[in-house]
């Protein structure tokens, strides 16, 4: 039960980051919309989507599915403050999961650091607490660079699409999360974490 309470602080406190990263980025292209609805905060609450935050990630820990989706409450964004409405989203987009990267990049550096030579299994709740961190900022970010609407992966090649095929992505947006649903059911994101994590692990992990 303390390893789930663990990973689910971990993981509210990896999605608000994401979530600030992207209305960070946003204010610094001209939208005050996220600075003006108070999410520019690292205060937890306003943040929290009691689905997305709270709900799923919960049912999904205590059950020990295979199947892991979670989300903070999207941070508003209005792009018609935007020069160039399509490159400076995808700049915000990006901005979310480089985020997350970073948070493991660091606490890979500070695991390394404190743990140089000895096994994981016998590291210390400091070294369980930085694994966790790396290993679920790193899902969070591959899990959101997915091409799929409304996923920030979504918003990150639109600039190199067809205008056509974007609009046809602005249309699927309103459904995406039940294809996000879908395919998670169907294993697909299973498929993508098994070829992109242990990778990306090895080099973060000692």
Known sequence: MISLVFQFVILIISVIFHEIA??????????????????LTLNPIPHIDPIGSVLLPAVFLLT???VFIGWAKPVP????????????????????????LTIAFVASLILKALYAGIPLGAVSVVGI???????????LAVFNLCPIPPLDGSRIIA???????????????????????????????????????PPILSLLLP
């Open 22 to 39: 992207h209305g960070y980025v946003a204010a610094r292209f001209g939208d005050p919309t996220a600075r003006m609805a108070g999410r």
């Open 64 to 66: 020990g599915s295979s």
């Open 77 to 100: 964004v209005n792009s018609r403050y935007f020069k160039r409405p399509v490159v400076d989203m995808m700049w915000v987009a990006l901005a979310g999961p480089l985020t997350n």
């Open 129 to 139: 607490g930085l694994i966790l961190t790396i290993q679920l900022n790193i899902v």
């Open 159 to 197: 600039p190199f699409l067809p205008e056509a095929w974007r609009h046809a992505m602005d249309k699927m947006e309103p459904y995406g999360i039940l294809i996000v649903f879908g395919l998670a059911y169907l294993g697909l994101f299973n498929l993508v974490f098994s070829f992109f994590l």
